[in-house]
C-alpha cells in the first residue's frame, strides 16, 4: 500500500484533497507545530469524507478541546477518580464485528493491550467498535488494585465518530507498537482501506 510521509510542520501547507487517509501517531505537541490554519485545514478535510486515525498520542490529540475533532472524554477527565498509569496488562474486550472496523474477525472477543493511564468513557456520537465489560477483564501484567480494573470497566478501546461526511478512528494504544499486537492489525487495515468514504456502514447493511 503506497503511502507518503509528511512531515508535520508541513502539513498545513500541503494539498490534503489528494489524500483519503491520514495517519496521527503516538506523540503530542501537534496543535503547537500545527496552529489553528492547520487544526482548521484537518478538519475541514475529514468532513468531506476523509478517515482521520488517531494512535495513542494521536488520538488523544484529536480529543482536545481546541481541536475538537472528537467529543470522546477521558475517565477522571471531569472530575472523580483518576486512573493509574500502568506499564502494560492485557484485558479481554468485545468487539463489534458489524461495524466496518470489526470485518474479518470471528469472535466477537479479542484481548487488548492496555498501557498508560487515559481510559475513554464511551462515545455517544459513534460507535463504540472495541469496549470493556463489566467487572474484571485482565488477562495477564499488571494492575493497581482498586483502580486499574475499577475505572476500565464499561469504556471503550477503539472508537469511530462520524465527522460530516469522514470518520475519526481513534485507537486508545497503538496497535502498531513494536509490531507486537497481531490481533490488531487487521483492525489497523480496516480503518486504512474501509474508513474513507463509509458513511455508518455495517455488516448489516
Not at 494539498?15 to 501537534?30: A, H, Q
Not at 494521536?58 to 477521558?74: D, F, P, Y
Not at 472495541?130 to 501484567?141: E, H, I, Q, T
Request: neutral net charge; aromatic residues 12%; without cysteine.
Amino acid at each position: 500500500v503506497k503511502f507518503t510521509p509528511i512531515r508535520l510542520d508541513r502539513l498545513a501547507g500541503t494539498e490534503l484533497s489528494r489524500f483519503n487517509v491520514l495517519i496521527f501517531p503516538d506523540g503530542d505537541g501537534y496543535s503547537g507545530v500545527l496552529g489553528k490554519g492547520g487544526i482548521d485545514k484537518v478538519k475541514e478535510w475529514v468532513q468531506k469524507g476523509g478517515a482521520l486515525v488517531g494512535l495513542e498520542g494521536g488520538a488523544q490529540w484529536l480529543t482536545e478541546k481546541e481541536v475538537g475533532i472528537s467529543e470522546v472524554k477521558g475517565v477522571g477527565e471531569e472530575g472523580g477518580k483518576k486512573p493509574l498509569e500502568i506499564p502494560g496488562a492485557f484485558f479481554k474486550a468485545k468487539i463489534d464485528t458489524t461495524h466496518f472496523l470489526g470485518y474479518g474477525y470471528p469472535k466477537e472477543e479479542i484481548a487488548v493491550p492496555v498501557m498508560g493511564g487515559t481510559f475513554w468513557k464511551p462515545t455517544k456520537k459513534g460507535s463504540n467498535v472495541v469496549s470493556f465489560g463489566k467487572g474484571k477483564a485482565r488477562l495477564s501484567g499488571f494492575v493497581w488494585e482498586g483502580n486499574t480494573e475499577e475505572l476500565l470497566a464499561e469504556t471503550a478501546y477503539v472508537i469511530d465518530e462520524p465527522t460530516g461526511r469522514g470518520h475519526a478512528l481513534l485507537f486508545q494504544n497503538d496497535p502498531t507498537f513494536r509490531v507486537m499486537w497481531a490481533g490488531l492489525h487487521r483492525m489497523f487495515w480496516n480503518a486504512l482501506l474501509f474508513g474513507s468514504g463509509t458513511r455508518g456502514v455495517t455488516a448489516e447493511n
